[in-house]
């Protein structure tokens, strides 16, 4: 693991900069470099430690958003996932042990954007029964967490 793949984690899960220069102000605030902080970032995705790195927002205050299950025969989830990770609207997928089992969020710029998105699913998966279910309320749940914390010796952090 890269040595300031802690300090990042830790320290951005949340507060990434909100500026023109995100990898830099977190360069000056880690003592370091902003290649050293891009190269920090390319290596953890590279690792699979990290899927991406960016702030989170309310899509539906900044453009359109739908969550998408899909039914991928299990030969080819690996995949299919790989396809999906690789797709601009798609900020993340995970597995579910379910007849509907690869779940991802789709994200676009308006709803017209968003249709095409899931359109590009159906398209690239015509075999694989597919739900798009838009969010009818919203819940806030945090999943950041320190990169040290250990369940066995800490209380779970909030």
Not at 1 to 12: E, G, N, S, V
Not at 55 to 83: D, M, Y
Request: proline share 8%; hydrophobic share 45%; glycine share 4%.
């Amino acid at each position: 693991m890269h040595r300031l793949a802690r300090p990042l984690i830790d320290q951005y899960q949340r507060d990434m900069p909100l500026s023109l220069t995100p990898w830099a102000d977190m360069a000056h605030e880690l003592g370091v470099t902003e290649t050293e902080v891009m190269q920090a970032l390319d290596s953890m995705l590279d690792e699979g430690l990290i899927t991406r790195a960016g702030p989170v927002f309310n899509h539906h205050k900044a453009g359109a958003s739908t969550l998408v299950a899909l039914a991928i025969a299990p030969s080819r989830v690996a995949e299919a996932v790989t396809w999906l990770n690789a797709q601009p609207g798609i900020n993340h997928n995970y597995e579910r042990e379910h007849f509907f089992n690869l779940w991802c969020v789709a994200t676009a710029s308006d709803a017209e954007s968003l249709t095409r998105v899931t359109d590009q699913i159906r398209a690239r998966f015509p075999e694989a029964p597919m739900l798009d279910l838009p969010m009818d309320a919203q819940y806030h749940i945090d999943l950041a967490f320190p990169i040290d914390w250990d369940p066995q010796t800490e209380a779970q952090p909030c």
